[in-house]
């Protein structure tokens, strides 16, 4: 089984600048995450979506902050325009979540290492 | 704010040893918990889920739970280098997952 996919890798922009991220979850996971990694911190969520749906964007700085699912499979994120304290690693996870506890296990792609300067 | 507190760290154990994390979280309506473990540059991954009080084993690792104290912990058993790593504990409300800020483990040969 596939797991999540995530690009690029790693960004490097100026603030002010914009810059998206891509993320495929695995195949058949309705729910997909994208949470803020900040060095020495635990992921903090930024948006999560139930298929094409937002079930929760509470902690995304919707200024500069947007995402999409717009087929309910693979997700964007842009940021616009960055700031350097957004430097961090951006996560994407899926989950099956069929309502049952053993489905709610989330699973994380590579990241995203973005730097801004 | 639904919160999620780990023991400080890091924690430097002998090879060979037990390591023990702690983690505490703020709702009585949590259901799901996990752990996940993070190698430096790397991402999370599970290494135990519970949903029920009490232990559960899976190898060198086991997890407690304890709903009434709000408390779920982890045991490495006979740790190994290969065990050195930022242990995060992860707490689910509906359906938000919650993160600690994690418990960085060195395990010294």
């Known amino acids: 089984e596939a797991g999540v996919a995530q690009s690029p890798r790693y960004k490097i922009i100026e603030k002010r600048q914009s810059v998206a991220f891509w993320c495929n979850p695995i195949s058949g996971h309705a729910t997909l995450y994208w949470y803020q990694q900040i060095l020495g911190q635990g992921p903090k969520l930024l948006i999560q979506f139930q298929n094409n749906g937002v079930v929760d964007d509470s902690q995304l700085p919707k200024d500069r902050f947007s995402a999409e699912r717009l087929k309910g499979v693979d997700s964007t994120l842009k940021i616009q325009p960055a700031k350097l304290e957004d430097s961090a690693v951006y996560l994407c996870a899926s989950t099956l979540a069929q309502g049952a506890p053993s489905t709610d296990t989330q699973y994380f792609g590579p990241g995203t290492r973005l730097t801004v300067l | 704010q639904k919160e999620v507190e780990q023991n400080s760290g890091p924690l430097s154990v002998p090879e060979g040893a037990i390591a023990s994390l702690n983690c505490t979280y703020s709702?009585?309506?949590?259901?799901?918990f996990f752990w996940y473990r993070q190698y430096s540059g790397k991402s999370p991954e599970l290494i135990m889920s519970i949903y029920s009080n009490g232990d559960k084993e899976d190898g060198r690792f086991t997890a407690q739970l304890n709903k009434a104290s709000q408390y779920v912990s982890l045991l490495i058993r006979d740790s190994q280098p290969s065990d050195s790593a930022t242990y995060l504990c992860?707490?689910?409300?509906?359906?938000?997952?919650?993160f600690g800020a994690g418990t960085t483990v060195t395990v010294r040969a």
């Open positions: 709702d009585r309506g949590s259901q799901s």
């Open positions: 992860a707490v689910m409300w509906g359906v938000k997952l919650s």
